[in-house]
């Protein structure tokens, strides 16, 4: 019998609890052991909760239960949650968790203690939600050498731009539906400036690589600045924008960006609307596979957080596929290192247009006196110093290729 | 050192090779060990080939060899692959196969014999070729219990539709492109009728509900009837005509069927296009998640492969997860256990298509004379009664809810 614990009983947390309970016949099935829940870590009390007596407010309850082997960390934010899991790591316990802020920033330190103690440190409710997609990945990694991951790891400004694409919403009314309808916190700006893809995209390129990519290397530019007629002009070019997280594997580098984007309609990353999220990973043998599905809410996260309970169940010895390791040198690429076509408005003529970009095509014009058009690719330096020598560059937005 | 064998060195059988000589570090990473080529079963000579000491056309060779302990069975075909794989399981050694017409058709009885000889049979490769399907299942399946699957399993199909969906051609004109890009056989009957979705159909549901599907048990309809005028209709009802494997789990029965069926837009299995596969799961927690990429072609069915040697090599003992028993009540849920909308073509007058029934959503007509609509959902049997009562019902097609 596997004893376990949840830290946290929010949203995620109650989650966890709820499948634990509902589907034990299941999870004994896959664990090859029963899962029983010893312990609920958290501050507020549940006196009305049927089963009371599993909650505390002292951590230490958990820390030295000899018998507790797998914690489920759902309790989001940095501290305590890295101070509980990195204890409970020291202990020889397993911890699976939800919370991608704490891995992306403290991941490559828990994933070593991880090893030396040879325990399992899991994730995989961290990046899409319930959607498979860390396991996966590393199947195709079994075979293949990943060269590129895009996705769309961010529900609440997928949702959003899918009000603009859909409904034809500027952004601040696409913004305050999303808070009504709950999918946008008050405070939006960690989905809606790209952080919460960002760290995510972090957890993705250091998995694929095994090498620790630092959030904070990552330049991230968030879909603020995307206005109604960016996303009709993305229309006329048959492309719709998305936020992406997006990471390429140049040599023993690593090529990471987040920023808005134009997907032509023909890619599947296009027609993942409202709160869904989609990863697609390209490797060299497989070409490329995408992995769809809800990137959050409480049952869908919850069953990712079971399924790396389950595992570290069965897998009381840590499972080697899910790591990354420190690197001393960089292992960034240059900002110039991958080139993309980019989207241009302007309001100079076209004439001045195709001087400075050569070859483009030209979008139909949504706004009098505008220009717009797609470059060929060109590094984020050429773009830069090419669209100061345009008269007046309103703005400039990738296209995914 | 781990010693492996290929059977049939066809497309699938020279990218396994590929891939096993490529990207060799790769794979002793993953699977704890070196991976060793240590022979090639195929009737034909390749007196060019640069390891052609590997080959061999007495498969006593592979059989009897001890060190072998890894087979992939890429040969296709029913005769000798099945005396084969059984005989290598018998025999103690694990197999991989791509094989999807052997595992639809002796897979129980092939999983039986490795279950008593503790091996692996393992299949990635036998549905949605090189994306990964069946783990990810899986593991969903850890958490969930997967209620429901729908997957468009036939490239070849897909390809015919998307060009008379986006190109406007008609469905001979489709499926003459489909042949002379390599894409459909000189006799297309397999694809085009709907066997070859059957056949994974029948194994995913087999292994969502772990009890043995017949594939002869599942109604299988192709896309021969389906014209461009359909195509037109769909598309005025904001919908794709796509050819669907479908499974639902209802109470102790499987309800499975393949047709062609409407997908709303707005669901992602409408924007899987071309040659693409994509398989969506259901579970009670999860919601819906969608597996995409190429379902066919050398090196991505290959990859999958790859993968499920790794798989067997590094777990010397029989995985569990992938497995299902054969059950000897009638498993199979009663053909009006499901409704579906259907859209429906009619020369009738719409007051009597009102009249028969009850409340529908009308098509703006393409045709004159004829009248469209959609349905509620109805079982097969009042769709079919239904439809007897107009004056003259050209056509009825599901719609995927």
């Known amino acids: 019998m596997a004893k376990v614990a949840i830290m946290g009983f929010g949203t995620v947390g109650s989650g966890v609890y709820e499948i634990i309970k509902t589907n034990a016949a299941k999870l004994q099935q896959n664990a090859d052991d029963t899962v029983e829940l010893k312990y609920i870590l958290d501050i507020r009390d549940f006196p009305d909760h049927p089963q009371k007596e599993l909650f505390t407010k002292d951590f230490n309850d958990i820390l030295n239960d000899e018998e507790v082997t797998v914690v489920a960390e759902v ?4 501290h305590p949650a890295y101070e509980f899991t990195k204890s409970l790591l020291l202990q020889g316990k397993s911890v699976v968790t939800s919370n991608k802020e704490l891995v992306a920033t403290y991941g490559t330190e828990l994933l070593e203690i991880a090893r030396e103690k040879n325990v399992n440190y899991m994730f995989e409710a961290s990046v899409g939600g319930g959607i498979p997609v860390i396991r996966p990945m590393h199947q195709c990694l079994t075979a293949n050498n990943i060269t590129k991951i895009a996705g769309i790891l961010n529900g609440t400004t997928n949702y959003i731009l899918y009000q603009m694409i859909a409904n034809g919403k500027d952004f601040e009314t696409a913004l305050k539906n999303a808070q009504d309808n709950g999918y946008a916190e008050r405070n939006p700006a960690a989905d809606i400036e790209g952080h919460d893809a960002c760290r995510k995209i972090a957890i993705l390129a250091s998995l694929a690589s095994r090498k620790a990519v630092d959030y904070n290397d ?46 032509k309609k023909s890619d599947p990353l296009s027609g993942v609307n409202d709160v869904f999220n989609a990863i697609k990973v390209t490797g060299d043998c497989v070409g490329d596979v995408m992995f769809y599905g809800a990137g959050a809410g409480k049952l869908p996260t919850a069953s990712a957080v079971v399924a790396d309970i389950v595992d570290s169940v069965k897998h009381k010895v840590r499972s080697k596929k899910f790591t990354w390791y420190k690197i001393d040198t960089d292992i960034m690429a240059d900002k110039d290192a991958k080139k993309f076509a980019y989207f241009v408005r302007t309001n100079d003529t076209l004439e001045n247009a195709k001087k400075v970009f050569g070859e483009i095509c030209v979008a139909d014009s949504i706004v009098d006196g505008e220009t717009a058009f797609v470059t060929q690719p060109l590094t984020a330096s050429e773009v830069e110093a090419k669209s100061k020598e345009l008269k007046n560059t309103l703005k400039y937005i990738r296209v995914l290729d």
């Open 218 to 263: 990552i330049p991230t530019e968030g879909i603020v600045n995307i206005t109604l007629d960016d996303v009709k002009y993305a229309d006329k070019l048959n492309s719709v924008i998305k936020l992406i997280g997006y990471a390429e594997f140049i040599g023993d580098k690593v090529y990471s960006i987040v920023a808005p984007m134009l997907i």
């Open 75 to 78: 309790m989001g934010g940095l």
